[in-house]
DNA sequence: AACCCTCCTATTGACACTCTATACGTGGAT
DNA sequence: ATCCACGTATAGAGTGTCAATAGGAGGGTT
């Protein structure tokens, strides 16, 4: 993740990578380009990030794999969310919702 | 930083130090207290982070310490924040709005 | 054919931060 | 005496992200 974000939000990435397979299922540099998108251009996941990330969460099994062509005519695999991923977004949903919370609190004290 | 909040927020700890130190100057274990009371008890500081933060903070020049007692009469490190870690706490404090408007608007994304 | 560019996946090595666990000294209470 | 709370401190491990790099494969150009 870079773009001045850089280092801010560990474990972040995985609910992103979630919730863009909400959209439904895409290869991995589509994922990258949908946080991009959907974050308003805020979030840029590299390659390193990505990557390590993806595999990580299939053996969680939170995603799913398999091989595909892209749109380009190029082989790609393919990742959709499974049943627990669905189930994991929403923890990190909330997860998030506490901690948005907090710190807004949190900067808000006097 | 614990309390089921864990790993979640790299970098988040310092903002959350400069911002309790604005109260004024405290020892080590008062900034753990203050940052739990702030945020509703949602995030706890063990020493384990937190000494290791105030070190480093220190070497930035964001916060000066000198040592006096504690209200305890114990021997005790006091903190307080220098002129650049007031500007610190005020870009760290925009960085924060940026990601959590970027997440929230990826979270709201169809 | 040779070339280059883009797409796409992938790994490596370094780095930074936080956690758990542990340690130690001291003041106050029982 | 003993025990607990206070307060600071460090070591070791684990985790996650990054920069850099690699390489195959398709499409276009010359």
Known sequence: MNSESTTLLQGTLDMLILK?????????????????QITGGTFVVKPGSLFPAL????????????????ENNRRAKYYRLTKAGRKQLEV?????????????Q????S
Chains 1, 2 share one sequence.
Request: hydrophobic residues 40%; proline residues 0%.
């Open 20 to 36: 863009s397979l909400v959209a439904g299922e895409m290869h991995g540099l589509g994922v990258s380009r949908r946080i991009q």
């Open 55 to 70: 595999h990580r969460m299939e053996e969680e099994g939170w995603i799913s794999s398999f091989w595909g062509d892209s």
């Open 92 to 104: 990190e949903t909330k997860r998030w919702g506490r901690i948005s919370w907090a710190i807004a």
């Open 106 to 109: 949190a900067l808000e004290a």
